[in-house]
């Protein structure tokens, strides 16, 4: 076990998420499931507890709560794409697997946890400050799902 790790809350269904995020991201994995010893608020022994995976290299622990917290945008995964298609995959994954669409990048998984997809061109754009920043910023304000090629567009100006 990492000495730091990201715990996320779930209603009842970390080993979903964690199967799912296992399934859609490079670098990311299943790594253990621990069955609870006794009962326990919303739970009872024998029922999966926690779940340990990874994120695209980030070790996390997924927490069977119950349903009285929720996921909020004040945390998101953000993963950066090499392009289009990288970002269609991924964009298209979250929101064709009961997901909602967002704006900016931004998406929701069907567990309420947010999702930055994020093309490298834009990032790089927003480093380079000045007038590159602004219109590869303003290109993207009313984007839900990035668009690489207005994104290039605007950092071409």
């Not at 480093?127 to 602004?134: E, N, S």
Request: charged share 20%.
């Amino acid at each position: 076990m990492s000495k730091n790790m990201i715990c996320l809350w779930y209603n009842h269904d970390a080993e979903e998420a964690a199967q799912f995020y296992a399934k859609t991201f490079p670098n990311s994995s299943v790594d253990a499931i621990h069955k609870a010893p006794s009962n326990f608020p919303g739970g009872k022994a024998g029922q999966v507890l926690t779940v340990q995976f990874t994120v695209c290299g980030v070790p996390c622990i997924g927490l069977n709560g119950g349903d009285m917290f929720k996921h909020s945008e004040a945390f998101s995964f953000q993963i950066a794409t090499d392009d289009q298609a990288e970002t269609d995959r991924y964009w298209n994954a979250i929101v064709g697997n009961g997901g909602t669409e967002s704006h900016c990048g931004w998406c929701k998984d069907k567990w309420g946890l947010s999702w930055q997809i994020t093309p490298r061109v834009l990032t790089d754009a927003m480093a380079k400050g000045g007038d590159v920043a602004k219109r590869a910023f303003a290109a993207m304000m009313p984007m839900g799902k990035i668009d690489v090629a207005k994104i290039e567009a605007a950092v071409r100006g």
